[in-house]
């Protein structure tokens, strides 16, 4: 399948910090997908990228897909204790039927 | 719209057992993925089911089955249960749109097993 990389495992950041989240892939992506999981909750959808180059923003998040369609990014500028959560990257697998989550980025927020 | 549902919540189970686990997807959606999720492995891909038929299946072993049913419900079951079965198993819907879309979560099984 579509294995990606995400890094860091772990971001602690004081609230107000801005933060970033990395996803890696040793192959072409077709498509990705972003998730966040808050503590004992299920993972929400946040939003797809599909085209070469895509930037995506959601208020304070911003979303990019590479222009090799090897790496994505999640960027969230001035955090908020409401952050607080997994964020786990998701590229459909070549079959399509599937998604391949990245190990996930834990962000804490300390106010 | 009612969203994902799936019973039951919690389980204990001692090994050796097997257990089944049962998702309601969101009406109208005819694809369902199943997902292990653990501290050490993350979100693991189990099976995608649409209109009752698997159509991708993840690393895991024969222990591990699953169906979909006419109405779109899914069950998975896991015979033989092991220590390392103990996980949280999470279902999630989706349309399909050349690829599966936005997937909606159900809030997940939490086996135990002793």
């Known amino acids: 399948g579509q294995q990606v990389m995400q890094i860091p495992q772990y971001q602690h950041v004081q609230e107000g910090e801005d933060f970033t989240t990395y996803c890696n892939s040793s192959?072409?992506?077709?498509?990705i997908q972003w998730y966040k999981q808050r503590p004992g909750g299920h993972p929400v959808f946040l939003i797809q990228?599909?085209?070469?180059?895509e930037v995506k923003k959601q208020k304070r998040l911003t979303f990019q897909f590479g222009e090799a369609k090897k790496n994505s990014s999640l960027h969230i500028t001035a955090t908020q204790t409401t952050d607080v959560g997994t964020y786990f990257c998701?590229?459909?697998?070549?079959?399509?039927?599937?998604?391949?989550f990245g190990k996930g980025t834990s962000l804490l927020v300390t106010p | 719209k009612a969203g994902v549902t799936q019973t039951p919540r919690y389980l204990i189970k001692t090994r050796g057992q097997q257990v089944t686990l049962s998702c309601s997807p969101i009406?109208?959606?005819?694809?369902v993925s199943w997902y292990q999720q653990t501290p050490g492995q993350g979100l693991q891909f189990l099976f995608e089911y649409f209109s009752e038929t698997q159509r991708n299946k993840g690393n895991f072993p024969g222990r591990f089955s699953g169906r979909q049913f006419s109405n779109s419900r899914s069950e998975m079951n896991v015979s033989t249960l092991e220590l390392g079965d103990s996980a949280l198993y999470l279902c999630?819907?989706?349309?399909?749109?050349?690829?599966?879309?936005?997937?909606?979560f159900g809030p997940g099984t939490r086996l135990t097993v002793t």
């Open positions: 999630a819907s989706s349309l399909w749109r050349e690829g599966l879309g936005e997937q909606y």
């Open positions: 192959t072409t992506l077709s498509n």
């Open positions: 009406s109208g959606h005819r694809s």
């Open positions: 990228l599909v085209k070469s180059g």
């Open positions: 998701a590229p459909n697998s070549n079959s399509g039927y599937a998604l391949n």
